[in-house]
């Protein structure tokens, strides 16, 4: 029997849902283990995770720029230091559960609790094996502070780990094994019935359009997306998703009335069938964000890259397009001529989605479970 603890940290879902994603995984194949999920920042200081956590949430919303600049500054210099000393402060109050629980195994999906972790390791307070997983598509030296004391590393791609290496990271302790995706991803769904769900014709290409959610607000430019999208793609039909975000709805529901496109458009809310809805498309527009990334690859859906917050959402973008999976709608690009491009050229969306099979991995959630351990067999 194991004691597994599995830390997160409330700073976009993508933590959560890989987190989610393993502790569902462990507790379905592996009997006899203590196994808890719980928010690290939470836990050490409410009020400091509450302020982050709102702070995050508003500067990615109102002000990106903000955001990038607090991105790239952390990577090296003084607020890089200033992140590491306060996470070994909070560290100490962390110690308190660590004390309680006596885990074997930690594993994190944030760097925050990756360092607090590390630390007391380092000092001689824990002793259980430490797991990162990295969530994103791109390297932050964040996630390797306390690196030595680290067991795993688990990232989504060959660049990563090579970076990773570079910075003196033991090659035996850096798997490529994607981000953990949740099993509803590799689960068969019945395609008429979803199309009947949602009144969608067979024989169709479908395209799911992620508004952004509540990083949508006063996006004009996700709005001028849309609407290029609904002219461009008369022969096509468009499921939009704009979250619980109530004014992109309205606006989404404008956009389709003034085209005269409800019978091949559906705006949604707040939706728990996202991986139905992956199922059944054959392109996802999207903000490029780690986990939405990893299960549009999973479904082998090609992207178009709208909206990414500067910092990771924009190395990930680069990434993407990099490996011909995605393309990139940037600030000053003519949306219209971008999309009628990709649309009058079949064989490229077909070149994506190949592209997509090279890069994604649907078992990626067990491959980190078997690792972990120790149950995986060599191929």
């Known amino acids: 029997m194991k004691n597994i603890l599995i ?106 609790s990756s360092q607090m ?70 689960q068969k769904y019945d395609r008429k019935e979803i199309l009947d769900n949602y009144h969608l014709k067979e024989g169709k290409q479908n395209i799911l359009f992620f508004g952004g959610g509540e990083f949508g607000l006063g996006k004009n430019r996700t709005f001028d997306i849309f609407n290029s ?46 991986p139905e809805l992956m199922s059944i498309s054959d392109l996802v527009v999207t903000k490029p964000g780690g986990m939405t990334t990893t299960e549009s690859l999973a479904s082998k859906l090609p992207m178009i890259i709208i909206n990414p917050i500067p910092g990771q959402e924009e190395e990930n973008a680069e990434f993407l397009e990099s490996k011909g999976v995605g393309i990139w709608i940037k600030k000053d690009d003519n949306i219209s001529k971008i999309l009628n491009h990709l649309f009058s050229n079949p064989n490229t969306l077909n070149e994506m989605k190949n592209q997509t099979t090279l890069l994604g991995n649907p078992n990626s959630t067990k491959d980190i479970c078997e690792i972990l351990f120790n149950t995986k067999k060599s191929t």
């Open 117 to 186: 972790c590390s630390y007391l390791k380092r000092k001689g307070k824990i002793t259980a094996k430490i797991a990162t997983i990295m969530t994103d598509f791109a390297p932050h030296d964040q996630w390797l502070v306390g690196s030595d004391f680290t067991d795993y590393f688990f990232v989504a791609n060959d660049k990563m780990k090579d970076y990773l290496v570079q910075k003196n990271i033991a090659d035996k302790k850096v798997f490529v094994t994607g981000i953990p995706l949740s099993s509803r991803f590799l």
């Open 229 to 274: 999208l609904i002219k461009s793609s008369k022969d096509r039909q468009i499921i939009a998703i704009a979250g619980k975000n109530e004014k992109m709805k309205t606006k989404f529901d404008e956009i389709v009335k003034t085209n005269h496109a409800s019978g091949r458009v559906r705006v949604l809310s707040f939706t728990n069938q996202i």
């Open 7 to 112: 830390f997160y940290a409330s700073y976009g879902g993508g933590h959560l849902n890989a987190a989610k994603s393993i502790h569902e995984y462990i507790s379905n194949h592996y009997e006899n283990n203590s196994i808890e999920l719980i928010d690290c920042m939470k836990y050490v200081n409410k009020a400091v995770e509450k302020l982050t956590t709102a702070t995050y949430r508003e500067a990615a919303k109102k002000a990106p720029w903000v955001w990038g600049k607090i991105y790239s500054n952390s990577q090296t210099g003084p607020l890089a230091h200033l992140s590491t000393r306060s996470n070994k402060i909070m560290a100490i109050k962390l110690l308190k559960l660590l004390r309680e629980k006596k885990p074997d195994l930690i594993i994190s999906t944030h760097p925050f």
